[in-house]
């Protein structure tokens, strides 16, 4: 996010493995991910820190960081209150004095991804299982028994937002939205938590 000062520390939830983290050495982040593998690759980035949490219960005093992201996360809730709910929480981690930034980036899966390789559209269902291949090198898979060293395709849950439905979700867990967009077939949005 634009404009954050030195010093500043911030939240990744569902950090996955870490990709974020290390983008500015001169803020400090707290990457959360409820799988515990994918928090001991995130813990790597040092000098950030990565911790086993959950989007929707997270550990965080109130009011206390002066970022956040979360990046394509909220789209695997599988129902609207659930989705809510974990932009509140997150909302709620983040400071709302007047000298911090407290702001949250968000990212989700758009429906409308005509032009994509996927193709949905309005339309389309919005509530969707999209198969993720985990890939076996093909040296192990050479080395391994028959029936052991394949692929293995795993399907995982996505609620496709649709234009205006993540600015909904914000403002229905009580942030404000301060600019929203499009990008690569994903909508986002810069949310606050409204003042006490």
């Not at 007047?98 to 389309?124: C, M, P």
């Not at 994903?186 to 949310?191: D, L, Q």
Request: charged letters at 25%; glycine letters at 8%; hydrophobic letters at 35%.
């Amino acid at each position: 996010m634009k404009g954050l000062p030195d010093g500043s520390v911030g939240l990744d939830v569902g950090c996955g493995n870490g990709k974020y983290l290390a983008v500015n050495q001169n803020i400090f982040i707290v990457g959360s991910d409820r799988s515990t593998n994918l928090t001991s690759i995130a813990a790597r980035h040092q000098p950030h820190a990565a911790i086993v949490a959950d989007a929707l219960d997270l550990p965080h005093q109130p009011g206390k960081f002066d970022f956040a992201i979360s990046i394509a996360v909220i789209h695997h809730l599988s129902t609207s209150e659930r989705r809510i709910d974990a932009v509140r929480t997150i909302l709620e981690t983040l400071s709302n004095a007047t000298n911090k930034f407290g702001r949250a980036l968000i990212y989700v899966w758009a429906l409308e991804q005509k032009d994509s390789r996927r193709g949905w559209d309005e339309g389309h269902e919005q509530d969707v299982m999209v198969p993720w291949v985990m890939r076996v090198p093909k040296k192990k898979k050479k080395a391994e028994n028959a029936g052991d060293g394949e692929d293995k395709t795993f399907h995982r849950y996505y609620h496709l937002y649709r234009r205006g439905e993540l600015e909904h979700d914000i403002v229905a867990a009580g942030g404000h939205v301060i600019e929203s967009g499009y990008e690569k077939d994903n909508w986002w949005a810069v949310a606050q938590r409204l003042p006490d």
